[in-house]
Nanobody, 124 residues
């Protein structure tokens, strides 16, 4: 079983930056890709970004492209999400997830393991 633990959330002003971390642990960690999703109150869960663990290829939702950067540290089994130029509409609970099965990165159903989520609040 893989455990995922997020950290780095908080409350900031619009235009500020935050960096989220997602540390993976467990008996065996083998992921095809890992991703970040977010969910704001009253909204459906939304894909934010994903990274292919093997070669580091990245994918972003249009809403965050150019502002957010996803990265990973293979040695530490840790994924990061650098969020710059934050906006009020970025306010949500951000969750990291890992996929061992592969598939389309945008679909939450393709992820096998999820973290507990971390709150990001951006005030305008």
């Amino acid at each position: 079983q893989v455990q995922l633990v997020e950290s780095g959330g908080g409350s900031v002003q619009a235009g500020d930056s935050l960096r989220l971390s997602c540390a993976a642990s467990g008996r065996t960690f083998r992921s095809v890709f890992m991703g970040w999703f977010r969910q704001a109150p009253g909204n459906e869960r939304e894909f934010v970004s994903a990274i292919l663990w093997r070669d580091g290829s990245t994918i972003y939702a249009d809403s965050v492209k150019g502002r957010f950067t996803i990265s990973r540290d293979n040695a530490k089994n840790t994924m990061y999400l650098q969020m710059n130029s934050l906006r009020a509409e970025d306010t949500a609970v951000y969750s990291c997830a890992a996929s061992g099965r592969g598939g389309v990165v945008y679909y939450a159903a393709n992820y096998d393991n999820w973290g507990q989520g971390t709150q990001v609040t951006v005030s305008s």
